[in-house]
């Protein structure tokens, strides 16, 4: 069979770790941004109202879905200071908008106790209104007041938005509200509003263990001839590097195309030169109707070592140990199919398998 080697090596910058309300005042709307740039009055409001409906949210409060809006995926990554980078990517309906949009995220550990009520004060009555209770701080969030056309960049009604959100291993659930600006006019009619919620298994890369990222099919794969602004990467997280991946969501393809799995290789053992030895094997088997399965066939191993890496290869200095395929379908018999990945880290004399369901159409 043939197949194209995606990639083997490249220096892939992962990735900010900062709380984003805390710490990006150049980017985003959060409440802190107002220390670092003048907020306008509607900013200020906008930004109010998204905490305060994902606040209900979370809260039990019913979440409307004006814009159709949809989870599509997450992928977890390797990132630094022991957290992981989790790039998702959700749907709406363009159509359904009427004015550019908010976009808000939030990520609440699912394995932290609820915050508490406020206390009573001494005397029996309520805390006074005018002294809150300080706002609890989460694994992640962020907010754009101004980052969602009402259209999408390309001219297209394409509905997909891509965010990222960095935390420790462990399970979140991840709330996400769009919604349409408030307006000082008089008799405008109410803004749409869409919240959703996912939950999210986070797996901790950090613990030594052989371990990989998600496999990523990928739609294309895009060399980048510059390295992306802080604004054009929290807008495009599947930028990695020099490379920015298009991740498809498809699990039928083509005869005529091609299936493009992607993923990085975590915690490999090295040599006294800091070189890993990986052994990596792409095996199809076919599922009939009953889903037993029988060996279809194999693409040619990747060695990953030494010998076959650059020699400036170095784990230390940040370089991601990355491997991929490009695999024509032409060869494949309409059906349903699955991908095995076998990773096997020869120094450790350990292995693992990452599985890639699909099926092959005529067309």
Known sequence: MLSRLL???????????????????GRGSGPADANARKLSALQTKEIQAAIKLVDDAVAGQPMPNDLSLAWVRSDALKATDSKQYVPFIVSIDRAKLSANASLYWRVVDRAAPAAPPPAPAADGKKQDDKKPAPRPIYPYEDINTDALPASAPDGTGSGRISRSFTVPGGEYDVYVLVKEPVTDKKGAPAPKVSIIKQTVTVPDFWNGELNTSSVIVAERIDPLPAPLSPQQQ?????????????????TRFAKKSELQPFLLIYNPKTDAANKPDVFVEFNFFTKDAAGVEKAFNHTAPQSLNASTLPPQFDFAAGHQLQTGQAIPLASFPEGSYRLEIKVTDKLANKSLTRDVNFSVTGS
């Open 7 to 25: 990639v083997l090596f490249s220096v892939v910058a992962l990735f900010c770790t900062s709380n984003a309300f805390a710490q990006r005042g």
């Open 234 to 250: 929290a807008e495009r997280p599947y930028a990695l590097g020099p490379m920015e991946l298009v991740p498809t969501n498809e």
